[in-house]
């Protein structure tokens, strides 16, 4: 007969629990609730604040026609529309003008034609993109306005406004540079097959390409040649003109002169200038509210006095801005444009010679005729560049400048001239 061994049933120990799983288990949720509930006492505060700050809102922004048929090429639908008016640009959107064409984008502060962030200035044969134009979303963010263009060819004024509530950085690229404006500068950017030219017309621009950069003061221009860095600044031309921007004493500089054609002038409501600030730019405002059927000048004048044998080019710039006249066209003899600019030389045999140019809004009586002059929009500003003075086939060429008149001709008008420039180079 076998013995049987009896079993012995083995003691069990603590790591055989049927309740530690559920234990672990139950520590683990406590330690990941604990950390959401950090993750949410400071992330979703934080949050919030990245939020606020970064948080935008698009700029509206506009493209008016200044002459000839601009086009817009929408960004969406690749529906190409011609502005003959003015039109609003959304994101995405490409500018072009053709040879005969001229165009002014405007973005506005909260959509009113009073607030005007920036400006850009489209001359004929260029291509544009506006890329965007943003503004913080909420008043307490730090961020700055930003307006981001791409200008592929052609030549574009670019204008910041100076503001006091929030700055504005501007951002305008080629295919040679990358351009920074902020508030309050003033830009002029030709852009070629082979390189991209910078001349700053006021305040400080940065200029970057290929890893380096240049600074840009007032007066100063570069040239970024295809796959190369910037070039040093160089002077940029000089300007004949004093005060041409009217931030100084209008008097200081300029000879104020009201004309009335009356046998008794004193009897005669006079014209007046004054300096206005039209939110982008000081202009000499020129007003003459009175009897209908008189003819009157307002005007400013400036002795110059400069001999220009050695300059290889002489350009008139101004911005002109017509708000009302009551004369049709230029009057019925070409010569009462309410806005005119006059300059005088002494031609290389030493003759005196002057040359006019006008602007006017109000189309002209039938069989009246325009000479020395062209339309331009009612109350849009206008830049305007001469031919070269020193390069013209039909003019004498000038040895010295001996004065510029800058004034209003007609009856009753209000116009404005700023950025006044005689840029020899």
Do not use: C
Not at 320 to 341: I, K, T, Y
């Amino acid at each position: 007969m076998t013995d049987s061994i009896p079993s012995v049933k083995a003691p069990q120990t603590a790591s055989s629990s049927p309740y530690e799983g559920v234990g672990r288990q139950a520590w683990i949720l406590l330690w990941i609730a604990f950390g959401l509930f950090l993750v949410g006492i400071v992330g979703i505060p934080l949050g919030i604040r990245w939020f606020v700050e970064n948080a935008t809102v698009d700029r509206y922004t506009q493209v008016e026609a200044i002459r000839g048929t601009p086009l817009i090429l929408d960004a969406d639908m690749g529906n190409v529309t011609g502005v003959v008016s003015t039109l609003a640009l959304s994101e995405g959107d490409r500018m072009r003008t053709d040879e005969e064409a001229r165009a002014n984008i405007s973005i506005y502060a909260n959509g009113s034609p009073d607030q005007t962030l920036a400006s850009v200035q489209l001359r004929d044969n260029t291509d544009v993109v506006f890329e965007e134009a943003r503004a913080p979303r909420f008043r307490s963010s730090s961020q700055p306005d930003r307006i981001n263009l791409r200008l592929d060819q052609g030549r574009a004024r670019v204008i910041g406004n100076a503001r006091e509530d929030r700055p504005v950085e501007i951002t305008v690229k080629t295919p040679h540079a990358v351009i920074h404006l902020e508030d309050g500068d003033d830009v002029a950017i030709a852009v070629t097959n082979d390189a991209t030219e910078v001349n700053d017309r006021g305040g400080d621009v940065r200029v970057e390409s290929q890893g380096e950069q240049v600074v840009l003061n007032g007066g100063q221009r570069t040239t970024v040649a295809l796959g190369s860095p910037p070039a040093s600044p160089k002077a940029g031309p000089v300007n004949l003109v004093k005060n041409g921007d009217f931030t100084e004493p209008l008097e200081e500089t300029w000879t104020v002169e009201s004309i009335v054609d009356a046998g008794d002038p004193s009897a005669v409501t006079h014209g007046t200038v004054t300096v206005t600030n039209s939110g982008e730019r000081n202009a000499a405002y020129f007003v003459r509210q009175g009897e209908e059927g008189i003819h009157t000048e307002t005007g400013i004048t400036q002795d110059i006095n400069v001999d220009v044998l050695d300059y290889d080019s002489l350009i008139l710039r101004l911005d002109a801005r017509l708000l009302s006249q009551s004369l049709a066209g230029a009057g019925q003899q070409s010569s009462e444009f309410p806005l005119m600019a006059r300059i005088d030389f002494i031609d290389v045999n030493g003759n005196p010679q002057f040359w006019t140019w006008g602007f006017y809004a109000k189309d002209p009586v039938a069989n009246w005729p325009i000479r020395g002059g062209e339309k331009i929009p009612q109350a849009v500003w206008y830049d305007y560049e001469s031919p070269d003075f020193l390069q013209s086939p039909t003019f004498p060429r000038p040895a010295k400048v001996t004065k510029i008149r800058i004034y209003a001709s007609g009856h009753n008008y209000r116009s404005q001239a700023a950025n006044v420039g005689l840029i020899a180079q």
